[in-house]
């Protein structure tokens, strides 16, 4: 039923088309083929697929409708009864509008075809933690598209091709920061905020969110979800809500403490808007990224004041468990990169700004 057939390409290598025939009363009633770099892979493929059509009602099958990756992809973004997360949305979205993949029968994807896909995304120079995380939020769409909705899309194939583009380099974690800012380089966007808010009666208060940043450890996006009705005045402490954790996003709502420094800051907002920082995270971010550039500051995000809120609270002689009641963190694992400190006691004791911004109260 099946042949292999060897070419010699214009380069002088060779490929092996793996071929399959079917013929019914002297009908060709199916062909299919794929080709190959070497010959046992085009081997293995053949005794596969002859294998899998010599399966009673596989050919019945075939005629049917064939679902695409992009079918898939929509099934799963309309069905998902799990909250989502919009990071995974945008790139599954992406997935199906932008990329050729998507518009692929889902029977003819396999591990070959994500290795080739992830290359695809790798040479539109994008890092490899970022091609991971395609990955990992197309593996999902793998993992249940088979078993429910008989979508024939082969999880053992991403599971392969995880593997091979592990071992190629084209996929790999996020690469951990360590970066904190200087009181020097922290004087310098205080300085330049404060020239803009004087100006501009407009202006996000930059100057307040770097400061409740640093000292509640808060990341940007659960800064601007922060209520009013989240903050327990008397208990010293404010629900974070969908803090962002593996596997677990949406609905993860956790009470942390706030320190003393954080409650001034909140203390000094107007309470005129339902969120104590009606202030959207990514503007925030893009903001504070410009405001370095302008001042010569290199690589330091505005998620780096996290890291700088922690590792302070451990120079301050704090235990795991006590930060991680203000962090949010559930395992040492997690907290562990923040433990190299740099010195012993407040950095920021006597830090003017503070007073400046969030001052106490008499």
């Not at 694992?333 to 190299?340: N, V």
């Amino acid at each position: 039923m099946g042949t292999i057939v060897e070419r010699t390409r214009r380069n002088g290598k060779k490929s092996y088309t793996a071929q399959i025939r079917i013929m019914r009363d002297g009908e060709k009633v199916h062909t299919e083929a794929q080709t190959f770099e070497r010959r046992p892979a085009a081997a293995a493929w053949l005794k596969k697929r002859e294998t899998a059509l010599s399966e009673p009602g596989a050919l019945e099958k075939l005629k049917e409708p064939q679902s695409t990756l992009g079918d898939a992809i929509d099934r799963y973004l309309k069905e998902s009864k799990k909250a989502m997360g919009r990071t995974k949305r945008l790139t599954l979205e992406k997935i199906r509008d932008e990329f050729e993949i998507a518009k692929k029968d889902c029977k003819t994807i396999g591990s070959a075809e994500i290795v080739e896909f992830a290359t695809e995304l790798s040479e539109g120079k994008r890092q490899p933690q970022t091609v991971g995380n395609y990955m990992s939020h197309l593996s999902s769409v793998f993992a249940i598209a088979r078993p429910a909705w008989k979508i024939d899309l082969d999880y053992s194939a991403m599971e392969d091709a995880q593997v091979v583009m592990k071992r190629l380099g084209l996929v790999s974690k996020s690469a951990q920061r360590d970066r904190r800012p200087t009181l020097e380089e922290l004087d310098k966007l205080m300085e330049h905020y404060s020239d803009r808010e004087k100006r501009y009666d407009w202006m996000t208060p930059m100057r307040r969110l770097i400061l409740f940043a640093i000292f509640s450890t808060r990341r940007q996006e659960e800064i601007s979800r922060i209520a009013w009705t989240d903050f327990e005045t008397e208990h010293k402490r404010v629900l974070v809500r969908d803090m962002k954790n593996p596997g677990e996003k949406i609905g993860n709502d956790v009470w942390c403490d706030l320190t003393p420094e954080a409650i001034r800051v909140i203390g000094a907002m107007p309470k005129v808007e339902r969120e104590i920082f009606p202030y959207e995270g990514r503007s925030v971010s893009n903001s504070f990224t410009k405001a370095c550039a302008i001042l010569g500051i290199d690589d330091l995000h505005f998620h780096d004041l996290r890291h700088e809120g922690i590792s302070r609270l451990f120079e301050l002689g704090w235990n795991i468990p006590h930060v991680a009641t203000v962090s949010g963190h559930k395992s040492w694992s997690s907290l562990k990169r923040y433990s190299h400190i740099k010195q012993r006691g407040d950095k920021y004791e006597g830090w003017k700004w503070l007073d400046i911004i969030a001052p106490a109260n008499p």
